[in-house]
């Protein structure tokens, strides 16, 4: 089992926690399970949408459009064909 890290106070709003709670009574896990897994899904969720938006902004630099794409790929992967 993991160690543990320091407990810390978070507030939440009542009626969220009773959400929270019955999720997690439904689903026969601790409330803090589901709470951790909520927050890992939001971080990741989190993590992605930096990722698309620094993706946007380089096409945008560079001048590309989404009609740009099916022919970047191609023109990739021709590329790995001919061992570049």
Known sequence: M????EENNIAIPPSLLAEIQAAAEEE????????REAIERYLRNR???RILAYGEE????????????????A?????QRQGR
Not at 2 to 5: L, M, Q
């Open 47 to 49: 993590r992605w949408q």
């Open 75 to 79: 023109e990739y992967r021709q590329e």
């Open 28 to 35: 026969k896990r601790p409330a803090e399970e589901v709470l």
């Open 2 to 5: 993991k160690p543990r890290a």
């Open 58 to 73: 380089r096409a945008r630099a560079l001048g590309l459009t989404e009609a740009d794409v099916p022919r970047l790929i």
